[in-house]
T-cell receptor, first 110, second 114 residues
């Protein structure tokens, strides 16, 4: 089985930076995904890491360390519209199965 | 039509009713998924279909019955549900299971069992 942990909630100020951590314990690993989910809406894909290191996409970056079972999502220059839940998900070594963490609700304040 | 669509968006049903949720993807993907999202709980995978064959059944009670007639359509048939089955049911699709084949989600069906 898989265990995925991320903080429940974080608060940050508009224009600031927030880092959302995700730790996982898995029997197999074939990639880690980050999704954004606004209240009442579908999750949308943000990033994918399968090799160690940092992937940057505009204001969002994601980091992976496979040896530590650790990832983070970095949100820079926060905007009010970034207020949402951020879901960390791990894909097992084979197949299509994704296991999700509980999500981190980020609240951006003016 | 674009992306992944789901109908109905909201559904209220009694415990003795039979209803079906429908999902359609317009992305040319070959894998489809059902997830359950309950308050205060992680998103839970229920079923996976790859090339119209069920490849994953995540210990889901038999009162939930999936059907995948073709690669674009996925149904979830519901019967004799319990109040604890009230949740948001999300459908997703992806192009295979390799590489960065992220899953695209539909808007979900908010189900309330009374």
């Amino acid at each position: 089985g898989q265990n995925i942990d991320q903080p429940t909630e974080m608060t940050a100020t508009e224009g600031a930076i927030v880092q959302i951590n995700c730790t996982y314990q898995t029997s197999g690993f074939n990639g880690l995904f980050w999704y954004q989910q606004h209240a009442g809406e579908a999750p949308t894909f943000l990033s994918y890491n399968v090799l160690d290191g940092l992937e940057e996409k505009g204001r969002f970056s994601s980091f992976l360390s496979r040896s530590k079972g650790y990832s983070y999502l970095l949100l820079k220059e926060l905007q009010m519209k970034d207020s949402a839940s951020y879901l960390c998900a791990v894909r097992e070594a084979a197949g299509n199965k994704l296991t999700f963490g509980g999500g981190t609700r980020v609240l951006v304040k003016p | 039509e674009t992306g992944v669509t789901q109908t109905p968006r909201h559904l209220v049903m009694g415990m003795t009713n039979k209803k079906s949720l429908k999902c359609e993807q317009h992305l040319g993907h070959n894998a489809m998924y059902w997830y359950k999202q309950s308050a205060k709980k992680p998103l839970e995978l229920m079923f996976v279909y790859s090339l119209e064959e069920r490849v994953e059944n995540n210990s889901v009670p038999s009162r939930f019955s999936p059907e995948c007639p073709n690669s674009s359509h996925l149904f979830l048939h519901l019967h004799t549900l319990q109040p604890e089955d009230s949740a948001l049911y999300l459908c997703a699709s992806s192009q295979g299971d390799r590489g960065t084949y992220e899953q695209y989600f539909g808007p979900g069906t908010r189900l309330t069992v009374t």
